[in-house]
């Protein structure tokens, strides 16, 4: 991560980080290869019948470069309509090979935790306990590890 | 009791970050100290809410911290110490509500009364006294920095929250060295972001990470962070060694302290296994 001072602005006060009392939809961003996640908390305003994002906030189980992109992309959506909130994870995700994998792999959990909070939105529209999606990661972030033998046995032996 | 509990937790992050951005060796060591105390409050009030078998969690607000003088963040410490006096029930027979009001009231005469200091942990200047580093060094420890300084504050809560859920003395002496620890490490990469003016608050811990389903697993998970901690100090030590010996030996000897956490968590997992087979 190459670093000027707008980054390090987002590392040391990340915007929109936090939970909703109560949101309208939440949404997971997941990467199964190393147990990080994100949660994406919406609240949905309604300006003239089209929805938009009236607040939101994330959380994050995983290194600075997910906190850097949550802080920046939850500050994009903010103010989106729907639809609009759907082409920022869009053009999000055409932009994922042009980085270095362990930071593709972050914006790419992040931009799913988005898309999982406003698809859960709409099909509570028509189901109000609707389930909070997840959607899992599909860049890999490498990450070692040495004691995977170790837990796989473990796992079996519970 | 919920809620002092968490203006407790507030108050003791924003008395450290006071102390981070405090450049004065005695206003420091006093809000060090300080700091340590609203620790051991927030432990009790937590202790207190177990007892009384009462839900809560480690989920806390925002805490501002940006400020040119120090005298801005001792009058929001202040305000803190305030809302938590104003949620006890201070009667003498309360034995821990009138300890905590016994000690606000004596660190907000001594907040009152601290001499002022201009703060420069905001300037984002990057730079460390006395050493001129890389744009590479500079950019590596910057981000080890928020890493390291956030998960140090993460395995303090995590220990911390282990800890106060179980009676077993021999698991119990592990965490209390693995929190002790942790408070040192979170105390120096904070002062050392204070001294790059680049401080930062920690971000709120998910519920998750500490009220661990599986012990076990997140001890073997630990220790691959541990191990993954360790290659950090050793590439950021080999990073800064050409510009800065003196940082060079710091992140050798955070590093080798992690062997010991490591042998420590192997310990505890024996444990485990043993109490698994009894």
Redesign the interface.
Known sequence: MSMDAQLIEHMMNPKNYGSLENPDAEGIGKNPENGEKVAIYIAVGKDEEKPYIDDIRFQAIGCTTTVVAGSMLTEEAKGLNLTGVQNLVEATMNLLDRLPPEDAACSEMVALAIKAAVDTYEKRLAEKDYPTITYQVVNSCVVKEPHAEEEKQYEEGK | MKNTMVKAHEAWLATSMAAFMSAQTENKQILFDFSNILFRHFNWLENALIEADIAYSY?RD?IPV?VDKLSDMLANIVQRFDEIVSLLDVKEENALDYRISTDLAYMKEVLQNMEDETVTA?S?E?TFPGVELTEEAT?AL??FL??ET?KEYELILIYNYLKAHSSDAYLNRIFQILIDESLFHFKRFGDMGAHMG???VP??V?K??YQVEDV??FL??G??EE??AKEECRKLSEAVAKDSPELEKFFNFINRQENYHIALMKDALKHFEKIANV
Request: hydrophobic share 50%; net charge negative; proline share 0%.
């Open positions: 989920d925002v940006k905001f984002l990057r950019d910057t981000l928020f890493e956030y680049i401080l930062g971000r709120v998910m998750e990470l076990v697993k073997y998970d220790i691959d191990l993954a």
